[in-house]
């Protein structure tokens, strides 16, 4: 049976004319596949609870609640989901607690520039609300699904400088924050790889490349989510654009937290598509 995959964006930093739904700065997606229900990511805050209700998604029977690392804009909805399952009719049998996976480092404190960005949640309450698989590991959720785990850092452009950001390790010490938990999500279709990020903080070159040896599958169909590409260095641009007009990708659906002149330098590499709350995607 060819697999099959369906993505719809709860949340985004864009929406779209002539459609009711709001954004926001963060991201959150709904995603079938292989009999399986993902919310991947929970976006600021609980709007995208509101989103999924404007879309007819209803996720009181999520199969696993994915997070692609611990910043706020990622976690920050996970308050609402608690609260929202709480009041999930007991009696309903499509009813259930999902299974959360993250990285390790997902629910250590951060910060930034001295205010706090990391999860509202810490790991000891969300372990009181959810089964937790905690790995940096590839998790597979289908046969054609994984969860990519902690990303090695092949590309030296891709490089990431910790600046001012920090994490607070559990035996007390801040540490500069490599933003080792980030990771993404990579679906095996009949043409090729789909990769989901979040924010891309590992390089989706760096991603793309780790998808590729864990699902044993050299084509790249479509990369959807952020590229964390907000004012990258010139340098950075070219060698990411090479990098994807490499690929052959159909398409780069570049949101959340990639700028308007990085797509525009993107689209000269690859075929850059539009994303916006409420927007379904196929494969």
Not at 8 to 15: A, R, Y
Request: negative net charge.
């Amino acid at each position: 049976m060819t697999p099959q995959l369906i993505l719809t964006v709860l949340v985004d930093n864009t929406t779209l004319t002539d459609h009711e739904f709001m954004g926001e700065a963060g991201l959150s997606f709904h995603i079938e596949t292989g009999g399986k229900k993902i919310l991947f990511d929970t976006g600021l805050s609980g709007l995208f609870l509101t989103n999924a209700e404007k879309r007819g998604i209803f996720l009181y029977d999520m199969d696993f609640l994915i997070l692609s690392h611990g910043h706020i804009d990622h976690t920050g909805g996970v308050p609402t989901f608690s609260c929202y399952l709480a009041g999930a009719d007991p009696s309903d049998r499509k009813s259930r607690v999902p299974h959360l996976i993250a990285h390790p480092r997902c629910f250590w404190p951060k910060e930034k520039d001295g205010r706090k960005n990391g999860s509202p949640v810490s790991e000891a309450e969300i372990r009181q609300q959810f089964s937790v698989n905690l790995s940096d590991k590839p998790v597979w959720i289908t046969d054609d699904l994984v969860f990519l785990g902690e990303i090695p850092k092949r590309f030296a452009f891709e490089q990431g400088d910790p600046g001012k950001r920090t994490i607070h390790t559990p035996n007390g010490k801040i540490e500069p924050d490599s933003l080792l938990d980030d990771s993404s999500l990579a679906f095996r279709s009949a043409k090729g790889l789909i990769i989901i990020t979040g924010c891309s903080h590992a390089g989706i070159c760096n991603i793309t490349e780790y998808a590729r040896e864990i699902c044993g599958e050299k084509r790249v169909v479509d990369i959807i989510g952020g590229l964390h590409l907000l004012s990258p260095e010139p340098k950075r641009l070219v060698k990411t654009g090479k990098y994807l007009n490499r690929l052959h990708l159909n398409a780069l659906h570049a949101c959340h937290c990639t700028s308007l002149p990085a797509k525009l330098a993107l689209a000269d590499y690859c075929p850059m598509q539009e994303v916006g709350v409420g927007m379904k995607f196929e494969w």
